[in-house]
């Protein structure tokens, strides 16, 4: 597998980053593992890959068997090059120890193997999410890693991405100059280049939200909502379009793509809960990439990536997208609390 033209694109445009070969190595890994999940999704259950695992993850939800099957190649793939100190999954209940006979390196990769996994079975998009940090050294020198080293804001993010398997399959991703799209030839094995510069448009006309919750949402969003459903008979004079694929990673690339904004708030279904998403996982990833195409992403309270997690698995309210109509809904927020 070769990954020159991505890895060419990247080394000009981040040249010291990427002469990091701890680095360089890991992004090169990370795409051969979203090539191995895409060639596995190619051929659906011809694979024999539908289907649950029957046992439950730490998130308290039932795993698909393409979870743990795109999890073990993540892992797999990334264990052994020299580049990782650590991973932690979504699908993993505690963080990965690189073995002791490989050898260790300074960065952390944090993952969802298999967002929207609720569609496979239905051919519907899905994708991988990935977060890479680094190690503090500062604090910690030990070979030992501890979780406290996983528990960064998502600001220090030196990388964030995501494949999305769909119609096509694509890598995003961000080393903070701005947001790039890759989409894989499989003729020549080779991503390529097809937006050297992603950019989220500030206004739209169109939300993404699962609607049939609507009645467990707090007035902020319930009063947004309704605003888009009265359209131009309502105070943002304008007709909304909905859209709700059930994979974050499908709704978060047509957002990227043409605008649009991202809900899942929190809700009274499980007060105690901030909201469904993962923020080491997929929230803190999906605002660096947001943000670095011109995007906001917030909890309602918060900017996403200044949020200092507690837990690997802490969860939060999402709203990202388009910088004109996030800031409407955010204007709420700030005069309720
Ligand atoms: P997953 O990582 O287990 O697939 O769950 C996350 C997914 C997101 O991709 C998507 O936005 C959301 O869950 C859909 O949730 P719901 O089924 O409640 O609409
Ligand atoms: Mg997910």
Request: glycine share 8%; charged share 20%; aromatic share 8%.
């Amino acid at each position: 597998m070769n990954n020159n033209f991505l890895l060419e694109f990247l080394y000009k445009e981040y040249t010291s980053l990427m002469n990091d070969s701890q680095l360089s190595g890991l992004i090169k890994n990370i795409a051969v593992s979203c090539r191995k999940i895409s060639n596995l999704l190619d051929k659906g259950n011809l694979n024999n890959i539908f289907g649950k695992y029957n046992k439950i993850n730490v998130q308290g939800e039932m795993q698909a068997k393409l979870d743990v099957i795109a999890n073990d190649i993540i892992v797999d793939e990334n264990n052994c090059i020299g580049s990782l100190a650590g991973l932690a999954s979504e699908e993993m209940e505690d963080f990965y120890r690189i073995p002791d006979d490989y050898k260790t390196g300074d960065y952390l990769l944090l993952f969802d193997p298999l967002d929207g996994s609720s569609n496979i079975d239905v051919n519907i998009s899905v994708g991988t999410i990935f977060s890479i940090l680094r190690i503090n050294r500062k604090i910690n020198n030990n070979k030992e890693i501890i979780i406290n080293d996983f528990l960064q804001p998502g600001i220090n993010q030196i990388a964030a991405g995501y494949a999305i398997y769909g119609p096509q399959t694509s890598i995003v991703i961000s080393l903070g100059k701005g947001v790039h799209s890759f989409t894989l030839d499989k003729n020549i094995n080779e991503w390529i280049l097809d937006n050297k510069l992603m950019n989220i448009p500030n206004c739209t006309n169109e939300f993404s939200i699962n609607s049939s919750n609507s009645r467990h949402w707090d007035e902020n969003i319930y009063n947004y909502v309704q605003d888009c459903l009265i359209g131009t008979d309502g105070p943002l004079r304008k007709n909304y379009n909905m859209r709700w694929t059930g994979s974050m990673v499908a709704d978060v690339h047509r957002i990227m793509t043409r605008g649009g904004i991202f809900l899942y708030p929190w809700d009274s279904r499980n007060p105690s809960i901030p909201g469904k998403l993962r923020l080491m996982y997929e929230a803190n990833p999906m605002a660096f990439l947001v943000e670095q195409a011109g995007g906001i992403a917030s909890n309602g309270n918060k900017r996403i990536l200044e949020i200092i997690p507690e837990k690997l698995h802490q969860r939060t309210s999402v709203i990202l997208g388009s910088s004109d109509e996030v800031n409407i809904l955010l204007r709420s927020y700030i005069n309720t609390y």
